[in-house]
């Protein structure tokens, strides 16, 4: 039989997320219901709830970096067991069955990766994130949290920590490269813990230097304000990577001018807005502008272990269900240090 759960949804497009209640699939054979204990608010739940990235699923239930406690197991799961301590992320199930699936990168799958949220299920039904006090998932597509992670700080690492984790991880940052990360919020300040960790020499890009002391204690090796036009100047040719951490849409050509010859700009945000690029700020040094979308199960479940032996976590501002509305504002307005996460007792 099926569960009836309270979450928070957004009734339309825009409109205030409110309480409500969804029904949750009985648990199958290879599935986990799942406690959920804490929800991290992502800019992308934002973006979909009013729209921003397109035509959207409603009502929706927002929420794809979810952390809780096993409840129950279907009687072929072999990964879990009631009690273990759990995550989820972005995606809920993939085809399974493609060379990308097959090779552990399910969010490229060929068939399209199932998301959390604002999504179809196999069978056809909307999928509904983690706003809300439960869910089920196939054991497949959930992680272990180690015991050296709280539950609340380990929830944004399901999405914020893959997302920077996955590319610089993949564009070989760590000692000896030199590393910017773009933007000071709810990805980049992970972002800066990661790549510090790996040990990459780390500068911190962003619009002003309100947060510098934050980034310098996260560990930044150094921090300039993009509004200042001498800091391009200063800074050109510099950077191995430099990791793009804002959904803003912004000058590609003088930040490939960061680059070293060769180096790389990885893009993780996703501005709503398109954006335009004059060819030879790639061409004139053999540069790379490139994207990343999170990261496969086995690959997130690398990240979580990485961050538990290196003592990392989100930085977070615990909220009841009721504030959400408020938050969504505040992430807006970039008054957040560094992650909203909702716990859901409050629901």
Not at 309 to 319: F, P, Q, R, S, V
Request: aromatic share 6%; net charge negative.
């Amino acid at each position: 039989m099926s569960t009836t759960t309270a979450a928070y949804a957004a009734p339309a497009a825009k409109a205030p997320l409110e309480r409500t209640t969804i029904e949750r699939r009985a648990v199958g054979e290879h599935d986990v219901l799942i406690d959920i204990k804490y929800s991290g608010i992502c800019h992308s739940d934002i973006h979909q709830a009013r729209e921003g990235w397109g035509e959207a699923i409603f009502p929706m239930v927002p929420g794809h970096e979810i952390a809780g406690v096993v409840a129950e197991v279907g009687p072929g799961v072999t990964k879990y067991a009631v009690g273990d301590r759990v995550g989820v992320g972005c995606m809920v199930d993939s085809c399974r069955e493609c060379d990308n699936c097959r090779a552990g990168l399910e969010q490229f799958c060929a068939k399209g990766m199932i998301p959390t949220y604002n999504g179809l299920d196999k069978n056809g039904e909307p999928t509904y994130g983690g706003y809300a006090t439960g869910i089920v998932v196939d054991e497949n597509y959930v992680v272990r949290v180690p015991d050296a992670l709280p539950l609340d700080v380990a929830a944004p690492l399901l999405c914020a920590g893959i997302t920077t984790y996955s590319p610089l991880r993949y564009w070989n940052a760590g000692p000896g490269k030199k590393v910017a990360v773009v933007g000071m919020g709810g990805l980049g300040h992970v972002a800066v813990k990661i790549a510090h960790a790996l040990g990459a020499e780390v500068t911190v890009l962003s619009q002003s230097l309100r947060k510098k002391d934050d980034g310098l204690k996260l560990g930044a090796d150094a921090y300039y304000a993009t509004s200042d036009s001498q800091t391009f100047k200063e800074l050109a040719g510099t950077f191995d990577v430099i990791l793009s951490t804002v959904s803003a849409p912004l000058d590609f050509g003088a930040y490939l001018a960061l680059l070293k010859t060769g180096g790389a700009l990885v893009n993780v945000g996703a501005p709503e807005e398109p954006i335009s690029l004059n060819l030879f700020s790639v061409i004139g040094g053999n540069k790379t502008l490139a994207g990343s979308m999170i990261g496969g199960i086995a690959e997130t479940q690398e990240m979580l272990d990485f961050c538990a032996e290196h003592g990392l976590g989100a930085e977070t501002e615990l909220i009841g269900a009721e504030e959400i509305n408020e938050a969504y504002e505040r992430v807006l307005a970039s008054d957040v240090r560094y992650r909203f996460v909702i716990d859901t007792a409050t629901i």
